[in-house]
């Protein structure tokens, strides 16, 4: 079971952002997508989603070796896709609480039962340590930083996908957000679940230890390794990467 | 019942001669008035060249209550005017006063000759001349010093034939520190064929009142052509809350004022509209400030389907003398089609200085951005819309504080999204490529 990236290329409008990257993630693995800014890392996650705005121009995504490539963006949640969004819509007159047994009840087929709903609302709300009030507001209006990115991930432990994106949830929190939300990640790991975590920075990395990390620059991928590559990147930074790759001749 | 008290020095005409005098004066002026044609700058006009005046008639009706869905059951009073005829009058309170205007012209004629038209000058257009002349049945309420109503009061105009012409009046007068909640319905019959609805509204809210008023338009798909001028007077430490509901008709001109006439008045008003097909839709409202220390906020949300029109003006208007005002009006408009056309136009006019007051207004799209947020979990393109759409209405609807009507409602616009499924996804779906 895997969600596999081969040879995507994708553009906007203006030009090539992304120039061939294959990527495996496999159930049970968390994998790091790390680059500075303007590599492409978030292309990468709104074109998994299928977000309109991004074109593939050649290349594949295969979820369960089913082609997602031009599957609408709710085809690919059905599938079991997941993106946490850096930057989330605000959906005005619906709250958290009825968003999110919509998006529950548009994987089903019989709706959830609202007892049901409740619990599970309430256990997951409890483990990222978020106020009850919270769920009756419209889904992020008004929202800090920090408590957008919440919501994502209470959407995420409430839909329990199969693969999970998170595209930068570590900027814009502090350490005690950091903290929880990585807690709430990690309770989330297990052989049923796949996680792509998009990061500009290590720091996240301290809490939700990578199985594979991969260096995107320029929309490309020029480095993978285990976990030691994000410490080493820690070390050096991303010029190191870059001179090695310019040295190499990538 | 006791005879009403008759003031020592009246020199008022009676309330009969007073009514007749009007419609007089006022056919007079229909008749020399011709049929107006609105215009305004850049694109918009709105005609009433499909409208044959000539095949119209006051249909008359026999005593009856037609089926009808108010989204509530629940009433102090409902009060039914079919065409021409008021056909069905219900008063479960003894507070208050609910019958035809005819009726109340001798019944109550104090009341009557103090209010009729106080707001509503006969000579205005030639529709409110029509109004004046014509009107048949009408509706009066009077809810009295003190009395508080916990039911609404229901009043509703039919038009379920072809060629019904249908003048229309309705005069509330709210007493002192009075609280009371009333809606208003113009409803159609899906018949084949025109008609016009010429309507005349005036409400008093006396000092300290408390009045939550609501109107609710849906016309239904005939052609009916609405004409109606509507004007609200808020008194002393009065505060009225306004929310015009539009959910249809084939053409629509009103105008609708809210007036905080004293100082300590406060008027809330919220209102929707949704026009779908080919209906055309012309609104202008004023929140118009005749005293100091007075507030107000407006806000109006609408939306645009298939090749309909819709034009909202909203005007806020301090007069001299009225000072420390502190008011807000702001118009949104969302089109749904790539054929529909439509603006939303706030202005102001303050004539004194040391008030508050400010406008706000946007006329756009949805933003793909929310549909793709949505559809990412899982949730299909048309229902992000739908929920998107009832969304952006949520704000309006729930002001009418009427689980019943808000209902009622929501269920409407999720029947017109429905409706114009089609149109919408390509719509967005242009959008997105466009982008």
């Known amino acids: 079971m895997t969600l596999e990236v081969q040879n995507l290329h994708v553009r906007t409008e203006e030009r090539e952002i992304l120039h061939g990257v294959d990527l495996v993630v496999k159930k049970g693995e968390t994998h790091a997508l790390m680059g500075p800014n303007g590599s492409g890392k978030s292309t990468l996650a709104n074109t998994l989603m299928g977000n309109p705005n991004y074109e593939v121009t050649e290349g594949r995504i295969l979820l369960n070796g089913d082609d997602l490539t031009e599957a609408d963006p709710d085809e690919r949640a059905r599938a079991g896709l997941f993106m946490a969004f850096q930057y989330p819509a605000t959906i005005p007159g619906v709250s958290v609480a009825n968003f999110m047994r919509m998006a529950m009840n548009a994987g ?18 409890e483990l ?47 350490i005690d957000a950091l903290r929880i939300v990585s807690e709430g990640v990690n309770a989330m790991r297990g052989d049923d679940r796949g996680f792509l975590i998009i990061t500009h920075y290590t720091r996240i990395l301290n809490y939700v230890k990578p199985d594979f990390v991969h260096i995107l620059i320029n929309g490309k991928i020029v480095r993978e390794g285990g976990s030691e590559l994000a410490d080493e990147l820690e070390d050096k930074g991303y010029e190191f990467v870059r001179e090695e790759v310019g040295a190499s001749g990538a | 019942m006791a005879p009403e008290a008759i003031p020592a020095h009246s020199a008022r005409p009676s309330a009969p001669d007073l009514v007749e005098d009007r419609r007089r004066a006022a056919l007079e002026v229909y008749e020399s008035e011709d049929v107006p044609t609105w215009r305004r700058s850049g694109f918009w006009t709105t005609s009433l060249r499909g409208l044959d005046l000539d095949v119209l008639e006051p249909k008359r009706y026999e005593p009856g209550l037609p089926q009808l869905d108010l989204g509530d059951d629940e009433h102090s009073a409902l009060i039914v005017q079919r065409g021409a005829s008021v056909v069905h009058t219900d008063l479960n309170d003894d507070q208050i006063v609910v019958m035809p205007l005819e009726q109340a012209v001798e019944e109550h004629a104090d009341l009557v000759a103090e209010h009729f038209g106080r707001r509503l000058p006969h000579d205005e257009s030639k529709f409110a001349a029509g109004t004046a ?19 609404p009061i229901q009043v509703v105009w039919l038009i379920d034939e072809p060629n019904t012409a249908q003048w229309a009046h309705t005069l509330v007068v709210v007493g002192e520190h009075a609280e009371v909640r009333i809606r208003e319905f113009f409803l159609g019959g899906d018949f084949e064929g025109q008609a016009l609805h010429s309507g005349a509204f005036e409400l008093y809210a006396d000092t300290g009142a408390q009045v939550d008023l609501a109107h609710y338009q849906d016309w239904g798909s005939a052609d009916v052509y609405d004409l109606s001028t509507r004007r609200v007077e808020v008194g002393r430490d009065a505060r009225v809350k306004w929310v015009p509901i539009h959910l249809g008709g084939h053409l629509t001109k009103q105008t609708l004022d809210i007036i905080t006439a004293e100082p300590g008045s406060d008027m809330r008003h919220t209102g929707m509209y949704f026009t779908e097909r080919d209906e055309h839709l012309d609104l202008f409202t004023t929140d118009k400030h005749e005293a100091g220390h007075t507030t107000g906020d407006t806000v109006w949300k609408g939306a645009l389907t298939g090749e309909s029109r819709a034009s909202y003006e909203g005007l806020i208007h301090i007069v001299p003398k009225a000072p420390e005002v502190d ?46 947020y949505m559809m990412t979990r899982g949730i299909s393109r048309a229902e992000a819309v739908r929920v998107l759409v009832e969304g952006y209405f949520e704000e309006v609807v729930m002001r009418l504080d009427d689980p019943g009507l808000e209902q009622l409602v929501r269920r409407r616009i999720s029947e017109k999204l429905a409706r114009a499924e089609d149109q919408v996804r390509e719509f967005i779906g242009e959008r997105a490529e466009a982008s």
């Open chain 1, 108 to 125: 089903r087929e019989e709706p959830i039962k609202v007892k049901e709903f409740g619990a599970l609302l309430k256990k997951n709300m």
């Open chain 1, 128 to 174: 990222l340590k978020i106020d009850r009030a919270f769920t009756s507001r419209y889904l992020n209006e008004g929202f800090s930083g920090g408590e957008k990115k919440r919501a994502e991930i209470l959407q995420l432990a409430m839909l329990q996908p199969e693969f999970a994106v998170l595209d930068e949830t570590d900027s814009g929190l502090d």
């Open chain 2, 133 to 151: 002349a014509f009107w048949t049945g009408g509706v009066f309420i009077h809810v009295p010093k003190n009395a508080r109503v916990e039911k």
């Open chain 2, 327 to 372: 008011t807000y009006l702001q118009t949104h408009q969302m089109l749904l089609s790539p054929k529909a056309k439509g603006d939303a136009i706030p202005s102001l006019i303050v004539e004194v200085d040391n008030v508050k007051a400010s406008h706000g207004g946007t006329v756009g799209e949805l933003d793909p951005e929310q549909i793709f």
